[in-house]
């Protein structure tokens, strides 16, 4: 598969409503940061790419501009929305009666909704306070997946570091 790529100039351009140095959310990644848009030949035909960059994960992802919204790539969320899923953690935890491997399953799916609202879902089930019993080690793995997603919005949207947004959740999860 023979690839050439162009990388288009830095200046911030409009391209589906996202543009370079855009903050942006992949359902399946969490946050990450337009870099570039570049147009690169694969297989014979000519696309144009946004080039987006998770610095914690050390990876890079490119979408095709003509695929970004079907991919559920977004815009990150309002103030008002992360609001309401600010809210929603403070909100009695809703542990269905089914078996792990089901809910295990529909957490997962949560996560990957990209929806900040679903992952607090996930975040407020899940979290255990002092006194509670101890989460199984696949309980703790998705439960930090749903924090690591909802603080690195959380801190994109507010203009926190990381560590700031950390402390914040987890005082109002104490709180709930």
Known sequence: MATKAKKTSTKAKRKNGFSINDFVVYPTHGVGQIVGIEDQEVAGMQLKLFIVEFEKEKMTLRVPTNKAEASGMRSLSSPDKMKSALTTL????????????????????KINSGDPISIAEVVRDLHRGSGQPEQSYSERQIYEAALDRLVRELAAVEGLDEEQATERLEKMLKAA
Do not use: I, P
């Open 90 to 109: 403070k909100g009695r935890a809703r542990v269905k009666r089914t078996m792990w491997s089901r809910r295990a399953q529909e957490y997962e799916a």
